[in-house]
């Protein structure tokens, strides 16, 4: 597999209140298997678990640890982006206002990452990749297929995220509720909806995942104990999408690919 270009989506993360209930039914949606790694972090050790499409990486899933559910951290699915040097890219991140919010760290041999937030509230991570340059499959049913920033600002987002990594981005005009893009050169890259005035929701990146059919996947959803919400506007090069929650809560999209894999 190539390295994944600096700038672009690399790898999406589950944090989860149960590890293996997660991924019976990420499995039983998606057709996912699993590889644990066990780990340590600050000390504290835990299982890791990369989930693969076939034999291709997908992304990973772990149970939330001590601190994060002290801090009422709720589970949620957690964008990386390629960096070519974390430590550079935390401190430009943070120049630009955004608050780091686990300090650089080494996984392993794997590579080396850091989670922050971006001057609106939405939370992603940094990958530098050594050994895991990162997932080995998109646009395809089970795997990611578009991210989508949901915030109050798209115009300071889309700022932050121009500067950090050249994007450019086509929003609506006023404030409109219609969604807006983020495009690395001419290519799309995510998509941001503007969170609708008095709506108690806070800032988020969500990962779109795609499915062969998706009445049937929400059926699925639904009948594992997760829930289903509407459909959202049409993706560029995908169908219409549609949010929905696991069963502990976490948010994610599904979308029916049109588009040639990569």
Not at 84 to 94: K, M, T
Not at 187 to 208: E, F, I, N, S, Y
Request: glycine fraction near 10%.
């Amino acid at each position: 597999m190539e390295r994944i270009a600096p700038g672009e989506f690399c790898w999406v993360e589950l944090a989860t209140p149960d590890r293996a209930a997660s991924l019976a039914f990420y499995s039983g949606l998606f057709g996912w298997s699993a590889v644990d790694q066990e780990m340590a972090l600050s000390g504290r050790a835990f299982t890791y678990s990369i989930v693969r499409l076939g034999e291709r990486y997908v992304g990973s899933v772990y149970e939330l640890l001590a601190e994060q559910r002290e801090r009422g951290v709720a589970p949620h699915w957690l964008p990386y982006l390629a960096v070519a040097s974390v430590d550079r890219a935390v401190r430009r991140a943070e120049d630009l206002g955004a608050a780091c919010l686990v300090d650089p760290v080494e996984i392993l041999q794997a590579g080396r990452t850091s989670v922050l937030e971006d001057p609106t509230g939405a939370s992603f991570a940094f990958w530098e990749a050594r050994n895991l340059l990162g997932f080995q499959v998109r646009d395809e049913p089970g795997s990611p297929c578009w991210f989508e920033l949901v915030t109050a600002d798209g115009k300071a987002a889309a700022e932050f995220y121009g500067a950090l990594f050249g994007w450019t981005s086509r929003l609506p005009a006023n404030g409109a509720p219609e969604a807006g893009l983020l495009l690395r050169g001419d290519q799309p890259v995510a998509g941001v909806t503007m969170l609708p005035a008095g709506r108690d929701q806070a800032p988020r990146w969500t990962t779109h995942f795609g499915v062969a059919d998706r009445g049937a996947s929400c059926r699925t959803i639904e009948k594992a104990g997760g829930t289903v919400g509407s459909a959202a506007a049409l993706i560029p090069g995908l169908r219409p999408s549609t949010a929905v929650t696991d069963p502990h809560g976490a948010p994610f999209s599904i979308v029916e690919p049109t588009l040639a894999p990569r």
